[in-house]
C-alpha cells in the first residue's frame, strides 16, 4: 500500500502526538489534514477562527487540544463504556474533534451557542464518519438546569470560553460526582485558580492540580486546571440571566 503524504505542520502533529504518548495512524493525521481544510474553506464563509493558516491551525488549535489527552486516558478507568465528555463552547469543534480523532472509542458531546458553528462541527463529523459525536445547540447555564443533563457527564472539558470564575459556573453543574472539569487556560491560570477559588468550592469542586502544557515550538505558558467534583452543585446554580458572566461568584 502506498504511503501517504503529509505537510510538514501535520507530519509534527504526530510527533507532538506521539510525546504525548498517542499514536496517530496515518488514517488519523488524514482525518486532521481534511479538518483543517474544512476550518479554511468554511472560514471564507464565516468567522470560525482567526487562524486562517493551515500549521497555526494544527498548532495552536490540534496540538492545543492533545494536551487534554493524557488527561483522559488517566481518567478512563472512571467512566462507564464508552467514556464520555462534554465539550463546552466548542466553536469550530475544540477540543472536541481533535480529541475524538486521536481517541476514538470516546463519546463527545459538543455544546454551542451558535448554531452556525455546530452546523460546520456536522459537516466535519459528517466529513471524517466519526461516530458517537453529537452537537447540542444550548447555552451551558440553560442546559444544566435540565435533569437528562445535570451532574451527567464524566469529563467537562472548555477553552477559551470565559474566565475561571465563571467558566466554573457552566462546567461543574453538568459534571457527574466524581467527575472532572478540565479548563484551558494560558499565563494567568495561577491568578485565575486564586480567583475562582470560591466559585469552585461552592459549586462543589476542588482544584485538583495545575497542570502546565507546552505547544511544539511555542513560548508561550499554558496549563490544564484540573478540578474534581466532589460535592452535588446546589440547585440555584448555574443562575440565569448572565450572572455567571456579569456577577461571577464571589465571597461577600
Known amino acids: 500500500m502506498k504511503r501517504r503524504v503529509f505537510t510538514d505542520s501535520i507530519q509534527k502533529l504526530g510527533d507532538f502526538a506521539n510525546g504525548l504518548g498517542l499514536c496517530l495512524s496515518e488514517s488519523q493525521l488524514e482525518q486532521f489534514a481534511r479538518y483543517a481544510a474544512l476550518i479554511q474553506e468554511w472560514n471564507q464563509k464565516f468567522n470560525l477562527t482567526a487562524i486562517t493558516d493551515e500549521a497555526e491551525i494544527v498548532a ?8 487534554v489527552a493524557p488527561v483522559l486516558l488517566r481518567e478512563r478507568a472512571r467512566c462507564e463504556t464508552p467514556p464520555t465528555f ?11 474533534i481533535p480529541l475524538k480523532i486521536a481517541l476514538p472509542e470516546w463519546r463527545v458531546w459538543l455544546v454551542d451557542s451558535t448554531a452556525k458553528k455546530l452546523r460546520f462541527c456536522e459537516a466535519v463529523v459528517q466529513a471524517l464518519a466519526l461516530r458517537e459525536v453529537y452537537a447540542l445547540h ?3 447555564e440553560e442546559l444544566a438546569l435540565r435533569p437528562e443533563h445535570r451532574e451527567q457527564y464524566p469529563v467537562v472539558v472548555a477553552r477559551a470560553v470565559a474566565p475561571l470564575p465563571t467558566l466554573v459556573e457552566y462546567l461543574l453543574p453538568l459534571t457527574r460526582l466524581g467527575g472532572l472539569c478540565i479548563a484551558m487556560k494560558g499565563r494567568q491560570a495561577e491568578q485565575e485558580v486564586n480567583e475562582a477559588a470560591y466559585a469552585i468550592e461552592v459549586l462543589g469542586g476542588v482544584v485538583e492540580a495545575l497542570q502546565p502544557t507546552a505547544l511544539p515550538q511555542r513560548e508561550e505558558s499554558r496549563a490544564l486546571v484540573l478540578i474534581r467534583k466532589l460535592r452535588p452543585t446546589p440547585r440555584q446554580y448555574p443562575r440565569a440571566g448572565g450572572a455567571p458572566r456579569n456577577r461571577p461568584l464571589k465571597p461577600r
Open 60 to 67: 495552536l488549535h490540534f496540538a492545543d487540544a492533545l494536551t
Open 86 to 96: 462534554m465539550d463546552v463552547g466548542t466553536g469550530a469543534g475544540l477540543p472536541g
Open 138 to 140: 444550548a447555552r451551558a
